[in-house]
């Protein structure tokens, strides 16, 4: 079975705060994602990866970046949390057109 | 861009059958997905289709009919487990980049 963890389940973080998130997939997929859900709108796309070092932004990258320094990680972060961040956060990785998610991070920004 | 609509709430009774519709409306278009989402779960992944017509899986059905950007998920034989979010979600190139829509809560009751 694919596996896609996440770093945390819950956070809390103060405003300005830099946050991480990690993701981890083990299936050697070459596509990972960054999604926020909050209610009423869905999956929204933050970040995408399709290769190491690769990435493209997604519909709503402002305030965010990513890091992939590894084919089996992929990391988000927030450079100076704010409140409207207060999300939850879906990590997902990709063979092709079937996305696998972790089981998110809800993040509280105070 | 893409914009994708999906009636937000439906209710059915245990044993019936229920439609869940999509329309889209993308500058592109590679597929249209299906993903269930259990409250407190991660989005998993139904089904996918690239081509007109019916797919079926088990009691899920999915349609797609790309000359009228349209799709549905059908679902037979309802049980109470298949309370949670269904979304579509469009693929608008072969980088399997998706666009979510806003997502359909089904409640099933006895």
């Known amino acids: 079975d694919v596996k896609v963890t996440q770093s945390s389940r819950y956070l809390v973080k103060r405003t300005g705060e830099k946050v991480f998130l990690e993701c981890v997939q083990d299936m050697d997929h070459e596509n990972m994602f960054w999604y926020r859900q909050d209610p009423g709108l869905g999956l929204r796309l933050i970040y995408f990866s399709y290769d190491v070092k690769m990435k493209e932004k997604g519909d709503i990258p402002e305030g965010y970046s990513v890091s992939r320094e590894k084919k089996e990680r992929f990391s988000l972060i927030l450079e100076s949390a704010s409140t409207n961040q207060t999300s939850m956060y879906l990590c997902?990785?990709?063979?092709?057109?079937?996305?696998?998610f972790g089981p998110g991070t809800r993040l509280t920004v105070t | 861009g893409q914009s994708l609509e999906q009636p937000s709430e439906v209710t059915a009774v245990e044993g019936a059958i229920v439609q869940i519709n999509c329309t889209y409306q993308t500058s592109g278009f590679y597929g249209l997905s299906w993903y269930q989402q259990h409250d407190g779960g991660a989005p998993t992944f139904l089904s996918y289709?690239?081509?007109?017509g019916l797919e079926e899986t088990g009691r899920f059905s999915s349609f797609l009919s790309r000359s009228d950007s349209y799709g549905y998920l059908l679902l037979q034989e309802l049980q109470m487990k298949d309370s949670a979010s269904y979304f579509c979600?469009?693929?608008?190139?072969?980088?399997?980049?998706?666009?979510f829509g806003g997502g359909t809560r089904l409640m099933v009751k006895p």
């Open positions: 289709n690239a081509l007109d």
């Open positions: 979600a469009v693929a608008d190139n072969a980088g399997n980049m998706l666009t």
């Open positions: 997902a990785s990709s063979p092709f057109h079937e996305q696998y």
